[in-house]
């Protein structure tokens, strides 16, 4: 089992950052890749970023490419996601996510975090 923790969250103006964390316990956290999700009302959870167990490859969804960066602090057992020039369209709720394997396989990681909501006003 692996528990996350998100924060970071929160009231935004458009093209301004915004630096989210999530803290995992419960699993050796630099054994397992780690991502990012989106989800708005009414629509499926969305892919944003992964990254592999040692930060040496990471992965993102074409809309944030450029704008968003995802990184870990393995001795912290901590995962970011920096986001930058934000857009009113970026408004959702973003989750943080666990595999169960060094590589992130696909978009269905095993773990989910209960959510921190990210609002951009234009």
């Known amino acids: 089992q692996v528990q996350l923790l998100e924060s970071g969250g929160g009231l935004v103006q458009a093209g301004g950052p915004l630096r989210l964390s999530c803290v995992a316990s419960?699993?050796?956290?630099?054994?397992?890749?780690m991502g990012w999700f989106c989800q708005v009302p009414g629509k499926e959870r969305d892919f944003v970023a992964t990254i592999n167990r040692s930060g040496g490859g990471t992965y993102y969804a074409d809309s944030v490419k450029g704008r968003f960066t995802i990184s870990r602090d393995n001795a912290r057992s901590t995962v970011y996601l920096q986001m930058t020039s934000l857009k009113p369209e970026d408004t959702a709720v973003y989750y943080c996510a666990a595999y169960s394997s060094p590589v992130a396989a696909g978009r269905n990681p095993s773990y989910w975090g209960q959510g921190t909501q990210v609002t951009v006003s234009s």
């Open positions: 419960g699993r050796t956290f630099s054994s397992i890749a």
